[in-house]
């Protein structure tokens, strides 16, 4: 028996050797990831090869290469750069390399226009973008940018770009939060430089679990709809699909929609805050039998801004400024207190941290008009606002004065 286990051990290593030489197995993940490195003059030399450093690691821990998944590394600064294309390295350790190599770019931190430049020319078909795989963007920051990230960063995920962000503790919580795939509690992290490596194992995780749907599931839910995504079940010439939406307490009124075979996706819009909705995706193929997939989605609860702003407390050069807060499971992540002379000039902005629901706005002129302007952000990325005016009195008094009681020598008005 002893010459057979031989043999057969014989065998099966160099069953195994022959399979990694072939590269990932054909049920590995395919997707294409997109690294956003901050690369400006705001982030320090050691800041930046910790950063490298930490992407480094986490592609090493990433099935990459022909089949599965493919990168990409753009770095952020006056203009954004490509350092490697998405199919340019073929095997994680060359990716690893070439993110070694990777040497700061500096000048401005405009993060907005590498999104932009993302769009047009990395996750296109035409720049070798893999059509009906899912997208990543990992983008790594030290938290500010120099112009817009909102606008360009809700068009990729319009596109259904997964977005996680990595800030290196400095960066405005709502602005970040906004600007991450929701939930995001699951997609964007705040960590110091020294600790990147404490989330790689997590940030690692989370990527795969986007960029392999084993089945129908749900994403980006907000109180009036989300997305669904499924792995590549038919192709363009195999096949349709049948995706059927509807409240589970009224089947009776269900919306459909018919989606080609090489689509792996779709948002439902216009739907009911707080409601369970059944969703049926349904293969139809003529070359093979599917079953369908189901899913039990619930909306958010609906999305309230704050309430009765209540200016008190006047002074010539400060305002307290208070509101009924957004309670209950659609709670705010915080809020944004803005105030401006209504005769026009410089605008101050104050954040407010979730929880707390007044504040005290400093350094305004004497005798002037106001308005303040408070705006709650939510996990979905959705803002809501109420603005109120206020006036400043004259003069450095501290206080207003009293006004007399009817018993002591005053009329009732």
């Known amino acids: 028996m002893l010459p057979w286990t031989v043999l057969g051990l014989a065998l099966s290593l160099r069953l195994a050797r022959s399979g990694a030489e072939r590269g990932p197995p054909a049920s590995a993940p395919q997707g294409d990831l997109l690294?956003?490195?901050?690369?400006?003059?705001?982030?320090?030399?050691?800041?930046?090869?910790r950063v490298r450093e930490f992407l480094g690691r986490l592609a090493a821990l990433l099935?990459?290469?022909?089949?599965?998944?493919?990168?990409?590394?753009?770095?952020?600064?006056?203009?954004?750069?490509?350092?490697?294309?998405?199919?340019?390295?073929?095997?994680?350790?060359?990716v690893q390399d070439a993110i070694r190599a990777a040497a700061q770019r500096m000048g401005d931190t405009n993060t907005g226009l590498a999104l932009a430049y993302?769009?047009?020319?990395?996750?296109?078909?035409a720049a070798g973008a893999r059509p009906g795989v899912p997208k990543v963007l990992v983008w790594v920051t030290d938290g500010g940018s120099s112009d817009p990230v909102g606008p360009p960063m809700q068009e990729l995920k319009d596109l259904g770009v997964t977005v996680f962000i990595v800030s290196t503790g400095r960066g405005s919580l709502l602005e970040l939060s906004a600007a991450a795939s929701a939930p995001a509690g699951k997609h964007l992290h705040f960590v110091d430089v020294d600790d990147l490596h404490i989330i790689t194992q997590a940030l690692r995780g989370s990527i795969l679990d986007a960029m392999w749907p084993q089945q129908l599931r749900a994403s980006e839910v907000t109180s009036s709809g989300f997305r669904?995504?499924?792995?590549?079940?038919?192709?363009?010439?195999?096949?349709?699909?049948?995706?059927?939406?509807?409240?589970?307490?009224e089947p009776g009124t269900?919306?459909?929609?018919?989606l080609p075979g090489n689509a792996t996706g779709w948002a439902w819009a216009g739907l009911d805050p707080d409601t369970d909705y059944d969703v049926a995706l349904v293969p139809e193929s003529n070359v093979r039998l599917l079953r369908p997939q189901h899913l039990r989605v619930r909306t958010l609860p609906e999305e309230t801004g704050p309430e009765r702003i209540v200016v008190s407390h006047a002074r010539p050069r400060s305002l307290r400024v208070s509101w009924a807060p957004a309670l209950g499971p659609a709670a705010a992540l915080g809020y944004h207190v803005q105030v401006g002379p209504l005769r026009g000039g410089a605008a101050q902005?104050?954040?407010?941290?979730?929880?707390r629901n007044s504040t005290t706005l400093q350094g305004l002129a004497p005798g002037t008009a106001y308005l303040v302007t408070v705006t709650a952000a939510f996990r979905s990325g959705r803002e809501r606002a109420l603005s109120a005016k206020a006036c400043t009195p004259d003069?450095?008094?501290?206080?207003?004065?009293?006004?007399?009681?009817?018993?002591a020598g005053g009329r009732e008005p």
């Open 254 to 258: 269900a919306r459909r929609q018919q």
């Open 395 to 407: 003069g450095e008094r501290s206080r207003a004065p009293r006004a007399q009681s009817p018993g």
């Open 35 to 49: 690294f956003l490195l901050d690369s400006s003059a705001s982030v320090s030399h050691y800041e930046f090869s």
């Open 349 to 355: 902005l104050v954040e407010v941290p979730a929880g």
């Open 118 to 125: 993302a769009k047009e020319q990395l996750f296109a078909k």
């Open 63 to 94: 099935p990459l290469g022909p089949g599965a998944l493919r990168a990409s590394l753009v770095h952020v600064g006056s203009r954004p750069h490509t350092e490697f294309r998405f199919g340019q390295h073929s095997s994680g350790s060359a």
């Open 228 to 249: 669904l995504a499924w792995p590549p079940l038919l192709t363009a010439d195999s096949g349709y699909y049948l995706l059927e939406l509807a409240p589970s307490a």
